[in-house]
């Protein structure tokens, strides 16, 4: 094999734990519940294989690239294994996002949680927006496991919408606002999905989706008016106005224990790119989720 493309296949190979293609995040998942002879064993064959890797991987010296790099390579393992150790701890505890977002309501409650466009949303305003989310789809029957779409453009409803199905163990599809057609309606029906939300510019393409989306005969539609949208237009197709049924429900949390989740359970959905064919279901569990975002807060502290 060539110099270069020896040292591409190891600097590939130099970012998983033991040289088959297992990530990091992987490792960690599937080994979490092992024994704990097996796991140091695991890590010491997987650490012997990344510095391996690692020394094939660079064009300098061996011991004049350990002599350069040893810093960074010394506060990248500590950032590593925090975030590890933060993992373990949310897995023993069973903790879900849904936990440390309470917890920062508690907190800072009124600190800015999003900046959109001239307007700040601050945590206390998206607790209470994404409670009588909770509460009105709870309302009318919906339970932890069940599914529903949600087509929006980016905007701060758009995580209270999902927010507030998590808090009653509801799982969202977040479905990708370019599709239409036959693609868009094999997003939607593709999970179980009991209703989709749309944003009132999503419309048109719902109802040309609608063929397609009629295959799920007890499907509810909400529309949901984003600020800006134009409010006077016609939905072409029956659907309710979520903001409608959100200004008669409560912003009270609901019962965090009734309706907790689990660590390993399902938190959304999100979809492949569909260059091969249709968009696929990706399922994104709290434990994916916490290991997302304790990589940005371990790493830059925030």
Not at 111 to 125: G, N, S, V
């Amino acid at each position: 094999m060539p110099t270069a493309k020896l040292r591409h296949w190891a600097r590939a190979e130099a970012l998983t734990i033991d040289g088959h293609g297992r990530g990091l995040q992987n490792l960690f998942y599937a080994h979490c519940g092992a024994n704990p002879i097996e796991k140091l064993r695991h890590w010491v064959e997987g650490g012997a294989t990344i510095g391996l890797i690692y020394l094939l991987s660079t064009e300098m010296p061996a011991p004049k690239a350990i002599f350069r790099t040893f810093g960074r390579d010394i506060k990248g393992a500590y950032l590593y294994f925090k975030m590890l150790l933060f993992l373990k701890k949310c897995h023993v505890l069973d903790k879900t996002m849904l936990d440390y977002f309470r917890m920062n309501c508690q907190q800072y409650k009124h600190r800015t949680c999003f900046i959109f466009q001239d307007e700040k949303w601050t945590f206390q305003m998206v607790d209470e927006l994404s409670n009588k989310i909770a509460n009105y789809f709870l309302s009318i029957g919906y339970s932890k496991g069940d599914e529903a779409a949600l087509l929006l453009e980016n905007c701060p409803e758009f995580v209270c919408i999902w927010l507030g199905l998590a808090k009653i163990g509801a799982v969202t599809a977040l479905i990708n606002t370019n599709l239409k057609g036959d693609t868009l309606g094999h997003s939607v029906t593709c999970i179980n999905a009991k209703a989709l939300i749309f944003g009132r510019n999503f419309a048109e393409e719902v109802n040309h989706a609608m063929p397609f989306l009629k295959k799920n005969d007890s499907m509810d539609f909400y529309c949901f008016t984003e600020q800006g949208a134009p409010a006077e237009s016609v939905v072409p197709f029956p659907a309710k106005s979520l903001n409608a049924v959100l200004e008669e429900t409560s912003s009270k949390p609901v019962d965090p224990q009734k309706h907790k989740a689990g660590f390993r359970d399902k938190l959304m959905y999100i979809y492949t790119s569909g260059t091969t064919g249709l968009p696929k279901a990706a399922i994104i569990r709290h434990s994916k989720f916490l290991w997302m975002g304790s990589c940005i807060f371990v790493a830059w502290s925030v």
